[in-house]
T-cell receptor
Framework: AQSVTQLGSHVSVSEGALVLLRCNYS??????LFWYVQYPNQGLQLLLK??????LVKGINGFEAEFKKSETSFHLTKPSAHMSDAAEYFC?????????????FGTGTRLLVSP | DSGVTQTPKHLITATGQRVTLRCSPR?????VYWYQQSLDQGLQFLIQ???????AKGNILERFSAQQFPDLHSELNLSSLELGDSALYFC??????????????FGPGTRLLVL
């Protein structure tokens, strides 16, 4: 079975500070990993995904994530937080060749950005 | 805007009732997925349809059922509703039956409140 663990249900940063949202995965097959963002009262939007092409993945809005197999991690970072980054962030995993893609989500991390 | 539409946006009903949630996938997408987001269970995969056929099942209760129609829109039917069914229900779509690396595009969700 696959799973992801997101450390920290809430992360607070100041505007302009580094954003680091942690995600560790567990998978018996090579994983594919995703970060989605959910703004208030909206659906989930894909930020970026790891599909084994490159370990450092760049996404939208200045976010990036690095796949580290040795640490089973896929942490999300952004060098400088903006007020508009305040949202809930979900890490998700899938994998295998089962012919269907079931996204397994973490519990989410709410990012709070203060002026 | 992901291109996935869901109706209604909000639904308030009473225990024991039955409701139908509707989803239209992005143009060209043949797969539809349903997810439930609740405070206690987080984001959970319920069921997937591909081109009208059920493809995969997740943590979907027997009181819940879904179908995908020839025009590819999908409906999620929830019956004998309980207070614990109150949640945000998301629909997502993708092109294929489920390549693990494929992006799923999420709709804005239907917020169900059972009183």
């Amino acid at each position: 079975a696959q799973s992801v663990t997101q450390l920290g249900s809430h992360v607070s940063v100041s505007e302009g500070a580094l954003v680091l949202l942690r995600c560790n995965y567990s998978s018996s097959v090579p994983p594919y990993l995703f970060w989605y963002v959910q703004y208030p009262n909206q659906g989930l939007q894909l930020l970026l995904k790891y599909t084994s092409a490159a370990t450092l993945v760049k996404g939208i809005n200045g976010f990036e994530a690095e796949f580290k197999k040795s640490e089973t991690s896929f942490h999300l970072t952004k060098p400088s937080a903006h007020m508009s980054d305040a949202a809930e962030y979900f890490c998700a995993v899938t994998g295998g060749n089962t012919g269907f893609q079931k996204l397994v989500f973490g519990t989410g991390t709410r990012l709070l950005v203060s002026p | 805007d992901s291109g996935v539409t869901q109706t209604p946006k909000h639904l308030i009903t009473a225990t024991g009732q039955r409701v139908t949630l509707r989803c239209s996938p992005r143009s060209g997408d043949l797969s539809v997925y349903w997810y439930q987001q609740s405070l206690d269970q987080g984001l959970q995969f319920l069921i997937q349809y591909y081109n009208g056929e059920e493809r995969a099942k997740g943590n979907i209760l027997e009181r819940f059922s879904a179908q995908q129609f020839p025009d590819l829109h999908s409906e999620l039917n929830l019956s004998s509703l309980e207070l614990g069914d109150s949640a945000l229900y998301f629909c997502a779509s993708s092109e294929t039956p489920g390549q693990p690396s494929e992006t799923q595009y999420f709709g804005p969700g239907t917020r169900l409140l059972v009183l």
